[in-house]
Antibody, heavy 121, light 113 residues
Framework: QVQLQESGPGLVKPSETLSLTCTVS????????WSWIRQPPGKALEWIGY???????HYNPSLKSRVTMSVDTSKNEFSLKLTSATATDTAVYFC???????????????WGQGTLVTVSS | DIVMTQSPDSLAVSLGERATINCKSS????????????LGWYQQKPGQPPKLLIN???TRESGVPDRFSGSGSGTDFTLTISSLQAEDVALYYC?????????FGGGTKVEIK
């Protein structure tokens, strides 16, 4: 059974960079697309982007100028960096696997538990 | 962006009764070349990540009870819980994966009447 676990600081200061890592266990990161999705408190889900195990990426245009995703197949993990953080970036951040029977954008069949990142001074 | 609009925002249903959630996309998410609707349904309980229930609008994921069913095509879709159980109390989201950016509906809260 594939498991995903997000890790990173729970508190980020405004204007700084939010950095998270998703570690995949129980399966290989290779041959799959992986995504980051966030959920502001009490609000709906927002897709941030996806990365393929080869390193190719596709970001949500609403965040594209601030987002970078990377993958490290040797560690079976992928990462998210979001620069110039503001209070509106406060959210639970999930990493997820794109179903191999889906398309590049989804659906998402395995999810991490999520990690709350608060942007505040 | 394709906008996904869910209705109602919330509904209260008696145990054993039917619950119906609607999801409408701002443009068709049906791909004629493979005859598939690029729509998924998720269930999210408090403090948990979403759980994929249905993909391709009507295909249940392995292990999902058969009281959950999905239907619809083009721009109009429905998730039906045929006989509501206590453990079905949750938020439900639809998601289109026809085009990027991938987008989700605003969610529907299902409660027990």
């Amino acid at each position: 059974q594939v498991q995903l676990q997000e890790s990173g600081p729970g508190l980020v200061k405004p204007s700084e960079t939010l950095s998270l890592t998703c570690t995949v266990s129980g399966g290989s990161i290779s041959s799959y697309y992986w995504s980051w999705i966030r959920q502001p408190p009490g609000k709906a889900l927002e897709w941030i982007g996806y990365i393929y195990y080869t390193g190719s990426t596709h970001y949500n245009p609403s965040l594209k100028s601030r987002v970078t995703m990377s993958v490290d197949t040797s560690k079976n993990e992928f990462s998210l960096k979001l620069t110039s953080a503001t209070a509106t970036d406060t959210a639970v951040y999930f990493c997820a696997r794109v179903s191999p029977t889906g398309s590049t954008g989804g659906p998402f069949d395995f999810w991490g538990q999520g990690t709350l990142v608060t942007v505040s001074s | 962006d394709i906008v996904m609009t869910q209705s109602p925002d919330s509904l209260a249903v008696s145990l054993g009764e039917r619950a119906t959630i609607n999801c409408k996309s701002s443009q068709s998410i049906f791909y004629s070349s493979n005859n598939k609707n690029y729509l998924g349904w998720y269930q999210q309980k408090p403090g948990q990540p979403p759980k994929l229930l249905i993909n391709w609008a009507s295909t249940r994921e392995s292990g999902v009870p058969d009281r959950f069913s999905g239907s619809g095509s083009g721009t109009d879709f429905t998730l039906t819980i045929s006989s509501l159980q206590a453990e079905d109390v949750a938020l439900y989201y639809c998601q289109q994966y026809y085009a990027t950016p991938v987008t989700f509906g605003g969610g529907t809260k299902v409660e027990i009447k």
